[in-house]
């Protein structure tokens, strides 16, 4: 094979955007390791640099007429560049919360934004693999990226604690996960790649066979880990309230929309011919995470674990596109993690702020702090109501594309469900709202009786000040103006290959179930 032919069977330039993001991992070691310390000051804003870099060559790599590359193993298609500019974005906001929050922990900087660049580009290179051994690699990395950071601030034993909780549980999902594969892989053949898994399966007529079916089961249960989807959320409420809050703003939103990106790609790839059978499990999942995340949600005290419970619950909103498996079933997914990316880390960014200037994260002591610090209270208050529901901020728009597309595709019982929640979900949000903003001021906590003043010029404060205005206007703005994030999410699906004999076979299913009823 000479060289001409290897290059384009290669067609590297289309891990530019993940090369962008090795250089800058190396650049902030070399830094590091050249000036120690004194870096720690704008070593920060060097990575988010090389983060923005990457989204613009994402954005360049748009229909791209060639988006295989290294011989079928990753896919550069429309879908991919969405959900690698996800993971990219969310890791560059997570920075900028993390610097001063990461200072005062007493621990280094660099080492963090080293191992914090790494699992963004596991779920980055996740978010585009076609070949069981990448996709496995780029789950590993990020995970493994995921527990160090988890455990990154030592001397809190609660954050040990939940290290320890992930790592053993995530290594039992990915075990799991792992032997599902592994299974497929001998299924088809010895196949590696995703089509030529489906197309061994289809040659040997095995789509229905207890081997596919146990494969499906064992790489869902990998999945449902990943996205946080009750009943695989047992690590959720306990690493949300352990693990550093930067930590747990990037895995809320980077981690989970790579487990969605996984979902897709592998489940429309290879199990075409189980799909009835895996979104049947899918709706099961889908109930008990809005259920179960809602309702217990209510009786959380602590903001972290509240926002925990509702992570799961969000999820479980998000899988109703994935059962819908229609192109706006899956455009509302891409929508919904477009909008959920600014509210949910602008809701972080103010929990960090508070437990900066108080030392806790307890939701009685938020009583009252609209007479204290108006910005963040509104920052907090809009992020909150956002991820509720409430018109016209972005997770209203977000919410209504998911529902409308499953009505569409004949889930009514699922939606009215959805409804319901949502609802439910108001009322843990409303609460702290009220609390903030409508008690008197002698019914406030003594927290924020002793709040500090609040200043724009103290050291360190200015990068969580930027996110939290940066977040604030992207959550207001991406409500009031979401036609563009429309546009994008449907050109992503539309314009994807893999998707779209999948979502026709979806279409006329759906119609069939209408008209049904219409003849009798």
Aim: charged share 10%; aromatic share 10%.
């Amino acid at each position: 094979m000479d060289f001409a032919n290897l290059a384009s069977q290669l067609n590297a330039g289309t891990i530019l955007p993940e090369g962008i993001v090795i250089l800058t991992l190396l650049g902030v070691l070399i830094v590091d390791l050249i000036l120690g310390r004194t870096s720690s000051r704008w070593i920060g804003y060097l990575a988010i640099a090389g983060l923005l870099a990457a989204i613009v060559a994402l954005s360049l790599q748009w229909d791209a007429t060639n988006p295989i590359a290294f011989s079928g193993g990753f896919n550069s298609d429309d879908l991919s560049i969405v959900f690698r500019g996800i993971i990219a974005l969310s890791a560059a906001v997570t920075i900028l919360m993390s610097i001063r929050y990461v200072e005062q922990s007493g621990t280094a900087l660099a080492e963090f934004i080293a191992i914090l660049l790494t699992a963004t580009l596991g779920g980055m290179f996740l978010s585009g693999a076609s070949e069981l051994v990448m996709i496995f690699i780029s789950l590993e990395t990020l995970s493994i990226s995921s527990y160090l950071l988890t455990g990154y601030t030592k001397r809190d034993p609660r954050s040990n604690e939940a290290a320890l909780k992930y790592l053993l549980i995530g290594a039992s999902s990915t075990a799991v996960f792992l032997y599902g594969v592994s299974l497929l892989y001998g299924l088809s053949g010895g196949q590696t790649q995703l089509s030529a898994i489906a197309d061994g399966i289809a040659k040997a007529h095995i789509g229905q066979s207890l081997g596919i079916v146990i494969s499906l089961v064992f790489v869902i249960a990998g999945i449902g880990f990943k996205i946080s989807a009750a009943p695989f959320h047992q690590w959720t409420p306990d690493v949300y309230e352990g693990a550093p809050t930067p930590v747990i703003a990037f895995l809320s939103v980077g981690s989970k929309a790579a487990g969605f990106a996984l979902a897709i790609r592998l489940l429309t790839s290879v199990f075409p011919l189980v799909a009835d059978e895996w979104k049947f499990v899918f709706t099961a999942l889908a109930v008990l995470s809005m259920v179960l995340g809602n309702v217990v949600a209510l009786a959380q005290t602590s903001m972290k674990r509240m926002l925990a419970y509702s992570s799961i619950a969000q999820a479980g909103f998000v899988m109703i596109g994935m059962i819908a498996g229609t192109e706006a079933g899956y455009a509302s997914m891409i929508f919904y993690l477009l909008v959920y990316l600014f509210m949910n880390l602008c809701g972080f960014t103010c929990i960090i702020l508070f437990s900066l200037r108080t030392g806790t994260d307890q939701i009685a002591e938020y009583s009252g702090l609209y007479q204290k610090d108006p910005l963040l209270t509104l920052g907090l208050s809009i992020s909150l109501l956002s991820l509720g529901g409430i018109p016209p901020l972005a997770g209203f728009f977000g919410k209504i594309y998911l529902f409308w597309a499953g009505w569409q595709a004949g889930l009514y019982w699922l939606v009215l469900l959805g409804l319901v929640t949502s609802v439910v979900s108001i009322y843990y949000y409303i609460r702290v709202v009220k609390m903030m903003v409508v008690k008197e001021p002698q019914e406030m906590s003594e927290v924020v009786q002793n709040y500090p003043p609040v200043q724009w010029n103290l050291p360190g404060f200015r990068p969580l000040q930027v996110g939290l205005i940066v977040t604030l206007i992207a959550t207001t703005i991406s409500g009031i103006l979401s036609n563009p994030l429309f546009t994008l999410a449907n050109n992503s699906v539309s314009h994807t290959a893999i998707l779209q004999g999948t979502t026709a076979v979806s279409t006329q299913a759906s119609a069939v179930n209408i008209e049904q009823p219409e003849k009798m």
